[in-house]
């Protein structure tokens, strides 16, 4: 059941979706202006700049604002503390804001003292979240999932607040397989974690796709933790060992599990028509297998130039994450404002109904560019091109533009998007 009243007021999120949407705008941005950064290589402060914009900045920003109003509506939960969820989100914004430029800019105070502020931010998120755990009167896998990507979070601030110290302080050389060490626990364990459980949660309220069992699901979560915790060890301890390409392979696995799962709740859904979200999911989930096969490829020692690296991680952040980040903006945000606005007036008056606030048509447009756009850079990345990335960046810029502008329509205070085929509809009311 949905409960409304649980859920904390539009503005505790909305800054955190602007937030977000402001970066990836900025990120599809950046893309075409560094694409001879790009396809050189990753270990280059302004890719490393472009990285954190995109996973700090758009990512783990988005998400932070969708974990702060799904959670309690969906798991029938209470945040802890709604004020320090609005204060902790300008301690990360100054924080996230002071690093990417130190970092593209090669200011090793800058990355530190930022650093720490972006982790203190992070570290109030987290701590919000798991005060909020024991008001959880709805279990579900999504809340297994977020709880191991908050300690996988952990994981990766404590490495990450080390690097950025060390960059400052000189203390020790940070190796190659200690950064891929730090990538990976943000990306296949927070990020991956994260998604994998809204993903499922989103899949059964929206698609009214709901399942006797959750076996699998619980499973998976358990040998995908075993398999990250196992390439974090092996990259740190035994670098290119066999042991590194063993628990990539499980990984791979456990990705393909996933999406098998997926599959089978998506096929055994009541509402037939496929939506938005769903399509971007299709594309998130095949860039998920794609990561996997390239990061098993590149586990296994392959000899690769270092811009196929980047096309691995190109294809996890924002193949994988950031388009099931955007699929999830089309459903989250207009279900948050309608519940905001409407949710505690149903059965006295009129209301829109949820498609009513956006337009699909831009959003299918919007797809259609992103798409086209980031089949070319990822091209363009594997060939080690930088003219195709150019290109295709700027085809994949103006379908951010598109989308950020769509979804900005609906965020705006009081403002109703309605197709003149779908008129607002009176609800019966309460007897």
Known sequence: ??????????????????????AWVLMACGVPLLATHLVAGYDDPEVFALTHLTVLGWVTMTIMGAIYQLFP????????????????????????????????????PGTAIFGSLAVGGVICFAINLFRSYPSIRTWHPMAAYVLCGLGWLMVTLGFGLAWALDWQFNWFAISPNMLAAHVHAGLVGWLACTLM????????????????????????????????????????????????????????????VFAFDLLRMWSSRRRRAISLEQAYLAVSVTSLLLAAALGILIASGASLHPNWVVAYGYAAIVGCFGFAIIGKYYKIIPFLIWLNRYGGTVGTGPAPLLKDLLDDRLGWASLALLVVGYGGILGGLLAAQATLVTTAGLVYLAGALLGAGTLGTALIPGRQIRRSSSPSRALPRRT
């Open 197 to 256: 459980g809204v993903s499922y949660k989103l899949m059964e309220l929206f698609a009214l796709a709901h399942r006797r069992s959750w076996g699998l699901a619980y499973a998976n979560l358990a040998a995908w933790n075993a398999g990250l915790a196992g390439l974090v060890v092996s990259l740190l301890l035994w670098p290119g060992s066999p042991a590194v390409t063993a628990v990539a392979a499980l990984l791979g696995l456990s990705a393909a």
């Open 1 to 22: 059941m949905i409960r409304p009243q649980r859920s904390p007021r539009l503005a505790v999120p909305l800054r955190y979706f602007l937030a977000g949407l402001t």
């Open 73 to 108: 509506v969906a798991l029938q939960a209470t945040i802890s503390s709604p004020s320090l969820a609005r204060w902790n989100f300008w301690v990360y914004l100054a924080g996230v804001g002071g690093f990417v430029p130190s970092f593209f800019f090669s200011w090793a």
